[in-house]
């Protein structure tokens, strides 16, 4: 099956630090990534499409110059938290996207929770 | 634009029931649809995929259904087990894989 892995898996960190999260797929190659948040008790929420070599594409609302992604090669993307703050604690989630025969199918990441103190 | 509701928002019943989850969505031009299960703190866990040609997909215990020209998905978990107790979340991709709407999941709880 196609596996997707994020690192790391919880951090905490101070107000004002930035924090970079990493999602790689471990079996495939994905031209695509994409990056949700989820925040307690609610669902996940699209942030963000990644394209590998080129720039990503933020959903609105979402602060490009906040939430850095870059997606430098076919099986890893990263995405920075600039100046964090506790209303940035939440789950951030991955996907990758997998392309077989005709068909486009998203694998999902374990998942970084961010603790902002 | 892709709107995905599910209900109930949260779900208790006894051991040994089978039940039914719904998922309804507003763009019936959907390219797949998927549901998840989540555990509290944890990441998602893919259940079942039913592509648009597709009606259902069964796995165990589980069966997805999808009917397009209704806009609804149900999930149906036969003989349930206190080791099914999740929340559900359930997502439509429209037109590609690429834009995937999140519902806002239903907290299940068997009870022993």
């Known amino acids: 099956g196609a596996v997707v892995s994020q690192h790391p898996s919880r951090v905490i960190c101070k107000s004002g630090t930035s924090v970079k999260i990493e999602c790689r797929s471990l079996?495939?190659?994905?031209?695509?990534m994409f990056w949700y948040r989820q925040f307690p008790k609610q669902s996940l929420m699209l942030m963000a499409t990644s394209n590998e070599g080129s720039k990503a594409t933020y959903e609105q609302g979402v602060e490009k110059d906040k939430f850095l992604i870059n997606h430098a090669s076919l099986t890893l993307s990263t995405l920075t938290v600039t100046s964090a703050h506790p209303e940035d604690s939440s789950f951030y989630i991955c996907?990758?996207?997998?392309?077989?025969?005709?068909?486009?199918?998203?694998?999902f990441g374990p998942g970084t929770r961010l603790l902002v103190l | 634009k892709q709107e995905v509701t599910q209900i109930p928002a949260a779900l208790s019943v006894p051991e040994g029931e089978n039940l039914v989850l719904n998922c309804s969505f507003t763009d019936s031009a959907i390219y797949n649809l998927q549901w998840f299960r989540q555990d509290p703190g944890k990441g998602l866990t893919s259940l079942l995929l039913?592509?648009?040609?597709?009606r259902e997909q069964t796995s165990g215990r589980l069966n997805a259904s999808l009917d397009k020209s209704s806009g609804r998905s149900t999930l149906y978990i036969a003989a349930s087990q206190p080791g099914d107790s999740a929340t559900y979340l359930c997502a439509g991709a429209s037109s590609s894989a690429s834009k995937i709407i999140f519902g806002s999941g239903t907290r299940l709880s068997i009870r022993p």
């Open positions: 996907s990758a996207q997998r392309l077989a025969g005709e068909i486009e199918t998203q694998y």
């Open positions: 039913i592509q648009s040609s597709q």
């Open positions: 079996d495939f190659q994905a031209t695509t």
